[in-house]
T-cell receptor
Framework: DAKTTQPNSMESNEEEPVHLPCNHS???????IHWYRQLPSQGPEYVIH???SNVNNRMASLAIAEDRKSSTLILHRATLRDAAVYYC?????????FGTGTRLTIIP | GAVVSQHPSRVICKSGTSVKIECRSL??????MFWYRQFPKKSLMLMAT?????????EQGVEKDKFLINHASLTLSTLTVTSAHPEDSSFYIC??????????????FGPGTRLTVL
């Protein structure tokens, strides 16, 4: 499975945008980029996914580099409820392989 | 939409007993269900993949005789931890997927079951 690299932790102030980076330099041409997040003591929650083009949904935006070797999850206006571990995953071989993710802390 | 439930949410059992965890897709038919395990402060580890009516496919290092998976219908999968021991104490999470029109097989996760073996 293609490996992704994310910062271990990030902090952001409440009501400000958050940009969560992910490197996936070994991604194959057909692998989608998925983002999930996990709140404390809960199962992961799907956030967004994309292949080549930037994507938007009600939760977030996903900006994918032209060479697909990196992507950025954008939370436009962070709230305290966005505090979670965010996982960036290259979806291939019908399996999700979770790395260690980025622990996002929101400062009130 | 795409809600997955798990039952029980928390279970405490004695060493040597068996525990069954249910995973249900409430508003969709799941072509595939997955079982994960998560130890404290660690990431999720995939244990097995199951398709309705088929035998589960276990990941390397996961004992199929210890972690019995039954996927009897398109909305229900069960994981039975047999002869549980304290080292099996963990957070067990299931997920379900159905083939969407974009073929990306987004997984929808249950809330997890915390198992504590005394």
């Amino acid at each position: 499975d293609a490996k992704t690299t994310q910062p271990n932790s990030m902090e952001s102030n409440e009501e400000e945008p958050v940009h969560l980076p992910c490197n996936h330099s070994t991604i194959s041409g057909t692998d989608y980029i998925h983002w999930y997040r996990q709140l404390p003591s809960q199962g992961p929650e799907y956030v967004i996914h994309g292949l080549t083009s930037n994507v938007n949904n009600r939760m977030a935006s996903l900006a994918i580099a032209e060479d697909r070797k990196s992507s950025t999850l954008i939370l436009h206006r962070a709230t305290l409820r966005d505090a979670a571990v965010y996982y960036c995953i290259n979806f291939g071989n019908e399996k999700l392989t979770f790395g260690t993710g980025t622990r996002l802390t929101i400062i009130p | 939409g795409a809600v997955v439930s798990q039952h029980p949410s928390r279970v405490i059992c004695k060493s040597g007993t068996s525990v069954k965890i249910e995973c249900r897709s409430l508003d969709f038919q799941a072509t595939t269900m997955f079982w994960y395990r998560q130890f404290p402060k660690k990431s999720l580890m995939l244990m097995a993949t199951s398709n309705e009516g088929s035998k589960a496919t276990y990941e390397q290092g996961v004992e199929k005789d210890k972690f019995l998976i039954n996927h009897a219908s398109l909305t229900l999968s069960t994981l039975t931890v047999t002869s549980a021991h304290p080292e099996d104490s963990s957070f067990y999470i299931c997920s379900a997927t159905y083939a969407g029109t974009d073929h990306t097989d987004t997984q929808y996760f249950g809330p997890g079951t915390r198992l504590t073996v005394l």
